[in-house]
Nanobody, 122 residues
Framework: QVQLVESGGGLVQAGGSLRLSCAAS????????MGWFRQAAGEEREFVAA????????YYGNSVKGRFTVSGDSAKNTVYLQMNRVKPEDTAVYYC???????????????WGQGTQVTVSS
């Protein structure tokens, strides 16, 4: 079992930055692919970014590529999502998730956090 708790969400102006954190407990996140997803009101959940269990590979959705960076700190058992040059369309609830396989598919993530709201004002 892995418990995930996101933090760091809030209100930010367009063009600004925000860093989300996902603290894992129960097991080290290094045994999992850790993903970030987001869901805007009335929309389907969307893949944002992921980092492999080893930390050697990262993946990004097209809409955030070049602006967001995913990273992990094994000493803190925490995964981060650095969000730069945010846009109003980045407004959503952001979720951290863990999968036992290397995947970008939402349904293949088995552990989920409760989500943190990010609102970008124009």
């Amino acid at each position: 079992q892995v418990q995930l708790v996101e933090s760091g969400g809030g209100l930010v102006q367009a063009g600004g930055s925000l860093r989300l954190s996902c603290a894992a407990s129960g097991r080290t996140f290094r045994g999992y692919t850790m993903g970030w997803f987001r869901q805007a009101a009335g929309e389907e959940r969307e893949f944002v970014a992921a980092i492999s269990g080893s930390g050697s590979s990262t993946y990004y959705g097209n809409s955030v590529k070049g602006r967001f960076t995913v990273s992990g700190d094994s000493a803190k058992n925490t995964v981060y999502l650095q969000m730069n040059r945010v846009k109003p369309e980045d407004t959503a609830v952001y979720y951290c998730a863990a999968s036992s396989i290397r995947t970008l598919t939402t349904t293949q993530y088995i552990y989920w956090g409760q989500g943190t709201q990010v609102t970008v004002s124009s």
